[in-house]
């Protein structure tokens, strides 16, 4: 017989209950901000907001389904079930801290603060969650299958990320490698440089975008379901040892960009999360490209 859907609700710590966890009291917490110009009613308000929205999505789970939560932090300690029906309650980006367990649970964003989040991904306000919760099993349902990006070491390990993944030094200082396409005839640029970032659709309304525009927005922007990267070398700088003629360019399906490390150590992290990166020392090589996994984000 198998099993109900599993309702796993994600959430994140406020900082409200960050501030009091730092500073013991309420009152404290609301001297400590008083004494930098802000205010702890509005703080503890947008605290109240996250709270009453978790409640919310938690009263409108079917009875018959199993419930769970998990914080932000504890993501890389739970174990999600094929069944699971992930909703995630909070910012846009914990959506993107998430995507990288699943592997193909529908996903429902819901936007706990609306006006401060942009609603890329947490689309749906609390009130729908009932209904939200009620079709996700039905076959018909829709859910955008979104593009994400994957880094792969020649020791096994991996990385998987929904917005970008960026690869360099662990202080941004300059870091040193061979940069290559693969399948380009062996052709491969050494380089000194800030880093190399490479991104997807969903992550084109963050730091990819940023650097695009920086670079004049020459390459077409992918979309978030698009199967198509984009990556970007940050600062390279030119040296007689060192060029800067592979600084950007775009990743279909099937092409991935190729960096064999020159540096005593580089890191590769996703999604802005550096303290879950993958080591990489002297000699190592990492594939980067699109990754057969997508997220199944409910429209």
Known sequence: ???????????????YEELVARHCTHGQAAFFLASRGRDMAEVA??????????????????PAWRQARVERADLDRFLFAPEDVVVVVGQDGLVANVA??????????????????PGVLVRHRPQRAAVLLASVTATATGA???????????????????NEIYLGSAGHQTARYRL??????GVVEVQASSGVLVGTGTGATGWLRSVWQERGG??????????????????????PATGTALVAGELTASAALTL?????????????????????TWGQTVRVGTCARRLRLVG
């Open 1 to 15: 017989m198998s099993l109900a859907p599993r309702a796993v609700l994600v959430h994140r710590t406020t900082e």
């Open 45 to 62: 308000e947008r605290h109240r907001r996250t709270r009453r929205a978790l409640a919310e999505v938690a009263s409108a789970v079917p």
């Open 100 to 117: 990288k367990y699943l592997d193909g649970q529908p996903v429902i964003g819901i936007d706990s603060d609306p006006g401060r989040n």
């Open 144 to 162: 955008d299958e979104l593009t994400m990006v994957e880094a792969v070491a020649d020791d096994t390990q991996r990385l998987v990320a929904l």
């Open 180 to 185: 290559g396409l693969e399948d380009d005839g």
């Open 218 to 239: 020459r390459l077409p922007l992918p979309a978030p379901t698009e199967d198509r990267l984009l990556w970007f070398v940050r600062e390279a700088w030119p040296s």
């Open 260 to 280: 064999t490390v020159e540096s005593d150590r580089l890191i590769a992290f996703g999604d802005g999360i550096e303290a879950d990166a993958l080591e990489l």
